[in-house]
């Protein structure tokens, strides 16, 4: 079966640094994506990997293990406007099918 | 340059009646796909065209038909259209296996009462 596992929540303070990990189990990896969503909006493109290691935009990070089937978001100079969803989401073998995690929901507080 | 549109925005379904969403892009992605948001799930994949001319199932593809009527639009069709199927509809689109992500349209809200 497949299964992604991300925190349901997170709160960090403005400035701060904040982690969003996820696990993942799939049939077959291609690569790990992540979105972030506005309560109201769509989905938007934020990172993807699909080798071991640190891909950096800007003030936001991904990285990914594939031997520990884990990678997180690294967001980092928090500002209040970073208040959204993130999710996860693996590209399955064949790379056309993307699976997404429940995802995780970031308060930023002043 | 307004990316992938989506009709309509909002529908309220009575049980048993069908329905098609259109959508459609403007930046020669390859590929498309619909999938689903329902509160605490996350989105889950119902249909997806790797290319012209395919359609292959996703998640959660019962109760849906896909028509990948050209390269530029993909439309789901609910044939009778249930309770649980009242959800948040999105369609996106990418370059072939979408490496440098998806791009979503704004989200078809649906209720089925």
């Known amino acids: 079966g497949q299964s992604l596992e991300q925190p349901s929540e997170v709160t960090a303070v403005e400035g701060a640094i904040v982690q969003i990990n996820c696990t993942y189990q799939t049939s077959g990896f291609y690569g790990l994506s992540w979105y972030q969503q506005h309560d109201g909006g769509a989905p938007t493109f934020l990172s993807y990997?699909?080798?071991?290691g640190l891909e950096e935009t800007g003030r936001f990070s991904s990285f990914l293990s594939r031997s520990d089937s884990y990678g997180y978001l690294l967001l980092q100079e928090l500002q209040m406007k970073d208040s959204a969803s993130y999710f996860c989401a693996v590209k399955e073998t064949g790379g056309f099918k993307t699976i997404f995690g429940a995802g995780t929901r970031l308060f930023v507080k002043a | 340059n307004a990316g992938v549109t989506q009709t309509p925005k909002f529908q309220v379904l009575k049980t048993g009646q069908s329905m098609t969403l259109q959508c459609a892009q403007d930046?020669?992605?390859?590929?498309m796909y619909w999938y689903r948001q329902d509160p605490g799930m996350g989105l889950r994949l119902i249909y997806y065209s790797a290319s012209e001319g395919t359609t292959d199932k996703g998640e959660v593809p019962n109760g849906y038909n896909v028509s990948r009527l050209n390269k530029r639009e993909f439309s789901l069709r609910l044939e009778s259209a249930a309770p649980s199927q009242t959800s948040v509809y999105f369609c996106?689109?990418?370059?072939?296996?979408?490496?440098?992500?998806?791009?979503f349209g704004s989200g078809t809200r649906l209720t089925v009462v």
């Open positions: 996106a689109s990418s370059e072939d296996r979408g490496v440098y992500g998806y791009t």
């Open positions: 930046m020669n992605h390859n590929s």
């Open positions: 990997n699909a080798l071991d």
